[in-house]
């Protein structure tokens, strides 16, 4: 078999760099191993930039009518009371309309709506677009990919080899790059329960000692995400369900019905998270993006949207490559020149909101609880922070902001205008550079 591009891994990831590549006019076979749909849990919360993304792809309204959006984030420190409502102590409310951009919320989806959105999406170019069902990469053989589909064995030869299969990845192992894991202290159970119809705000609750994320998806379902000491999950699990429901409804009492509707603890999934950064995107013709190429910890809600905005650059430039009839293998070094760095830092931004949230001493709460709250009181840090997780665009905070932040220095009176953002919002030239490039490196 011979296509232009070959993709290992339909996830979110490979599937919007297909649906672009076809878009375009190439050939692209991507090889899923999964034969249908997967239950597990794997991000829902799709942000601004990656919405810009899924515009251009001519997905968006669809992406829309299928997600609950959220226009901003709550940060709620409560005293839990025993059988009681909590008591709240802080509320800070971080708004993606901070950010100077049309793309002003983000958006919950079912992670399986949205890979399903983007295949079909693909399959409107069905001459171009060859997606391949249960069928497994294996490997590299004679510069080709052999993939396993049933009892077949298949090669397959392209120009380009795209690994985008998560986590574990042939194409990085064929790379050979360095993978340096970093665990945390906690662990997360999530799933995803009823709630009411007027629970439609996304709030992390927290105590000392409890963390409990609420995300509202469409249909009246909210997904949760509580955190527990890692190791913790079987001592959990032997406590019963009922633990489950006391400590919910003693954080969120609006979801003390809806967390009931957990009748078995198949339904609820552990998380363990993780990170990593690969050194190299690319080798030769070969090229890895999302998480097979970096795992970000999921505080931040960022892991998809990575995957989607790598496969933008990606795709731009190869869709370029094939229409100057440039050689893949001498300009990839374009998409490692953009995406590394951002992911670095959204890296680094997700492991701070991590840390942030992993140590149970009430002195670090009151620390937290502050620091959280100064980002809302001081503009500069509210733009920053909104406009970095958006993924539009990377404004670094500077060591004033640190000490604001840290309470050290007093928070600044001054509104961030619409104009001083723009110089920190991507650009087309930033996010495709080699447009603009006469000559190759
Ligand atoms: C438990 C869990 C919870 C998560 N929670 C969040 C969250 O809250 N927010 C968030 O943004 N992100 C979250 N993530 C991360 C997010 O799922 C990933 O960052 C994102 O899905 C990456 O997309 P991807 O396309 O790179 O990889 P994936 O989505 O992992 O897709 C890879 C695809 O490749 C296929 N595949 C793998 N190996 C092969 C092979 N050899 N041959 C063929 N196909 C193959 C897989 O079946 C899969 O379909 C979570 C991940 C996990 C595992």
């Excluded at 894991?181 to 439609?200: A, C, G, M, Q, W």
């Excluded at 949230?357 to 709460?365: D, N, P, Q, V």
Aim: aromatic content about 10%; hydrophobic content about 40%; some cysteine.
């Amino acid at each position: 078999m011979k296509a232009e591009v070959f993709i290992a891994g339909g996830g979110v990831g490979g599937l919007a760099l297909a649906a672009k590549l076809a878009s375009r006019g190439l050939h692209v076979i991507i090889a899923e191993q999964l034969k249908k749909e997967s239950p597990a849990y794997k991000g829902e919360l799709l942000q601004p930039k990656t919405l810009a993304i899924l515009e251009r792809l001519g997905v968006l309204d669809e992406i829309e009518a299928n997600g609950h959006a959220l226009d901003e984030l709550r940060f709620q420190e409560v005293h839990r009371r025993q059988g009681q409502p909590p008591e709240e102590i802080n509320l800070t409310e971080l708004s993606y309309s901070r950010v100077a951009t049309t793309y002003d919320h983000s958006l919950m989806v079912p992670h399986e709506k949205t890979k399903e959105i983007l295949r079909n999406k693909g399959m409107e170019y069905e001459e171009y677009f060859h997606y391949l069902p249960g069928a497994r990469f294996l490997g590299f053989e004679n510069g080709m990919a052999k993939v396993k589909q049933k009892k077949e064995i298949l090669y397959i030869q392209a120009g380009v080899y795209i690994g985008a299969e998560g986590r574990s990845s042939p194409t990085r192992d064929a790379m050979n790059v360095e993978v340096n894991r970093k665990d945390y202290n906690h662990h997360f159970l999530t799933v995803t329960i009823p709630r009411p119809e007027s629970f439609t705000k996304g709030k992390i609750i927290t105590t000392s000692s409890c963390f409990l994320g609420l995300f509202p998806l469409p249909d009246r379902e909210v997904r949760t995400v509580f955190l527990i000491k890692a190791g913790d999950y079987k001592k959990i699990k032997e406590l019963g369900l009922e633990h489950l429901y006391k400590a919910y409804s003693e954080l969120e009492p609006e979801l003390a019905e809806g967390v009931r509707a957990i009748q078995d603890w198949k339904t609820v999934q552990l998380m363990i998270p993780f990170t990593y950064h690969v050194d190299k995107y690319y080798s030769g013709n070969l090229a890895i993006l999302g998480d097979a190429a970096h795992t970000v910890h999921p505080m931040a809600g960022e892991g998809m949207n990575l995957a989607v905005q790598d496969a933008d650059v990606l795709g731009e430039l190869l869709a370029w490559c094939w229409e100057e009839g440039k050689s893949y293998a001498d300009h990839l070094h374009y998409y490692e020149e953009v995406r590394k760095p951002r992911v670095e830092f959204l890296l680094n931004l997700s492991h701070m909101s991590a840390l942030v949230y992993s140590f149970r001493y009430e002195w670090w709460r009151r620390f937290r609880m502050k620091a959280v709250q100064r980002i809302f009181d001081d503009d500069y840090l509210h733009v920053k922070q909104m406009l970095n997780i958006s993924g539009l665009g990377k404004w670094d905070f500077t060591f004033i902001d640190r000490g604001i932040q840290g309470n050290v220095l007093p928070v600044r009176k001054k509104k961030v205008s619409d104009q001083e953002q723009q110089h920190f919002l991507f650009s087309e030239a930033e996010d495709y550079p080699w447009k603009r490039s006469k000559k190759g490196r």
